[in-house]
């Protein structure tokens, strides 16, 4: 296996937070598992601070970008109301938290490269964004998360598109993983309730106008399996 | 020496030549990160609380410090620093965010008893702009006139500027939530002598109260005052009661004065008229959200739900 260079090593971790759609398990999942599996010198010492860094050219330039991450997370606390705007340190406090949890892994101690657990996670998030009234548009009170224009697919599934339909993720180590999730071997493994969510997830995304008959088939067919 | 509107003016100008001459610092992500923490307590010399204040500052300087490189940053940390210290920060167009750390209000930090940096100093120092983030994480008091936030004369973009607004600013820790009073202090490019005079504006805070951006609101407004001139007496009367009652409910003691003003002004329609108490509702709102004696909660958001459904 060839060692990754640092723009690689960068676009890996950056795609975890695409992937893993704001829950930070799944993402010290997914990146345990292409450590594990297709990119061992993922954390590696060397290079490090300039996969920090490069990191944070990409992940600051998509998430304080409005039109790109339109999603905006309101204070917890206190009632005041100054707009909830996203900043360079929300950022940094964000990328630190990352790279410090993977410097003490004994911190991640919950989570594994387990594929069924970071499958049955995967499906779980497209689960809470897809009951939603309006799918990915929505507000979510509970999480005090507002979005403030409108996404291009309100309906997408992550673990569908990518696992099951075989979407291309502009990764190839992402590529592998999907393929290993979306495998029945994985599939065959998840536990009754991640059966149940998957279920529903597949059932919400074949309500989508715009699929086609081949995907549908194939989804009827995942279904079937499921139950 | 100058009025603050003259160095306000003058702060202004130099703002726009750098911007005009495209005078940038280093992109927010290839820039310095330059942490300030000030030597300053308030607390009496050598007593535990003023050990404890520094300790707290120095320990928060670090633990940002510490952050911006594990993320990938580059920090720059100044502990108890000097006058010359900050200017450089100030001119190195290497740095392109700075956090203020210690005591002081919205426009200056603490540097020792009888000394102070303070925006003028920024605004005279700065050099280009920098394309990054001011964080002040001293207390945000509005204890002036004018009030002109400490850094935002050093930045490219004025809604990257982050403080306590009108707010004391203590927090045990970098994420404790004391830490959520810091927000975005302007909304809009626009810097205007007027947005930052005690009790003129509301520094575009309404966006998230009014449930609709300041833009909007103000829009509202500007609606509220034309339907009221627009109206034949008794309607615009009417008009007016109804918004009185429907902010009534607002017990502050600032809005309740203003609501004196208008009840006089309602009581004898013919001396007032009604774009003038439409005015004063205007007014009593904004200043009692400027001066932060309204919460500004769901109350809030009511009133701006009803006055969008009025207009």
């Known amino acids: 296996m060839q060692p990754l260079d640092v723009t690689r090593r960068a676009g890996l971790i950056f795609l975890s937070y695409r992937f893993s759609q704001g829950a930070i398990g799944t993402q010290n999942r997914l990146l345990l598992l292409l450590e594990e599996r297709w990119a061992p010198t993922l954390f590696a010492r060397e290079d490090l601070p300039a996969v920090r860094r490069e990191v944070r050219r990409r992940v600051g330039s998509y998430f304080l970008n409005d039109r790109l991450h339109p999603a905006i997370a309101l204070p917890w606390t206190n009632g005041k109301a100054g707009p909830a705007s996203k900043t360079e340190a929300v950022v940094t406090n964000e990328l630190a938290a990352l790279f410090r949890r993977f410097e003490h892994r004994e911190e991640l101690v919950p989570a594994s490269p387990d594929p069924v657990a970071l499958a049955g996670s995967i499906v779980f998030m497209d689960d809470g964004y897809l009951r939603r009234s309006q799918g990915r548009n929505s507000n979510s009170i509970e999480l005090r998360i507002i979005r403030e224009s409108r996404a291009s697919d309100p309906w997408h599934s992550v673990f569908v598109a990518h696992a099951l339909l075989d979407r291309p993720t502009g990764s190839r180590e992402y590529d592998l993983l999907f393929g290993l999730l979306g495998s029945e071997e994985v599939l065959e493994a998840l536990p009754t309730v991640d059966r149940r969510i998957l279920s529903r997830v597949i059932d919400r995304y074949n309500e989508r106008q715009d699929l086609r008959p081949a995907h549908r088939v194939r989804l009827m067919g995942t279904l079937e399996a499921l139950v | ?311």
């Open chain 2, 1 to 311: 020496m100058a009025s603050d509107r003259q160095q306000f003016d003058l702060a202004l100008r130099r703002w726009h030549r750098l911007h005009s001459a495209g005078r940038w610092s280093a992109s927010w992500f290839d820039g310095i990160t330059a942490v300030v923490t000030s030597s300053f307590t308030d607390n009496p010399p050598d007593s535990p609380a003023a050990h404890r204040e520094l300790a707290s500052f120095r320990g928060e300087g670090e633990e940002i410090a510490n952050r911006t490189d594990l993320a990938g940053g580059r920090p720059l940390l100044l502990l108890d620093p000097t006058r010359a210290d900050i200017d450089r920060v100030i001119q190195d167009d290497e740095v392109a965010n700075v956090y203020f750390v210690g005591n002081g209000s919205l426009s200056m930090l603490w540097m020792a008893e009888t000394d102070r940096y303070d925006w003028q100093d920024v605004s005279s120092n700065t050099t280009h702009l920098k394309q990054g983030w001011c964080y002040q994480r001293q207390c945000g008091g509005l204890t002036r006139r004018l009030n002109v936030p400490l850094g935002l004369f050093m930045l490219a973009r004025p809604t990257r500027l982050v403080a306590a607004l009108d707010d004391a600013f203590d927090p045990p820790s970098l994420d404790h939530p004391a830490n959520e009073c810091m927000t975005v202090v302007m909304e809009g490019q626009h810097m205007v002598y007027d947005t930052f005079v005690a009790g003129r504006s509301d520094f575009g805070r309404f966006r998230q109260a009014a449930g609709f951006d300041q833009q909007t609101f103000v829009a509202r407004l500007r609606q509220l005052r034309d339907v009221a001139d627009n109206r034949a007496d008794e309607a615009a009367a009417t008009l007016a009661r109804t918004l009185m009652e429907r902010f009534a409910f607002d017990s502050t003691g600032f809005v309740r004065s203003h609501r004196r003003l208008i009840d006089s002004a309602l009581a004898d329609s013919r001396s007032a008229t009604v774009s003038e108490v439409a005015r004063r509702l205007d007014d009593a709102t904004m200043n009692a959200a400027y001066l932060r004696r309204v919460p500004l909660d769901q109350t809030t958001r009511l009133r701006a739900a009803d006055l969008a459904a009025v207009v």
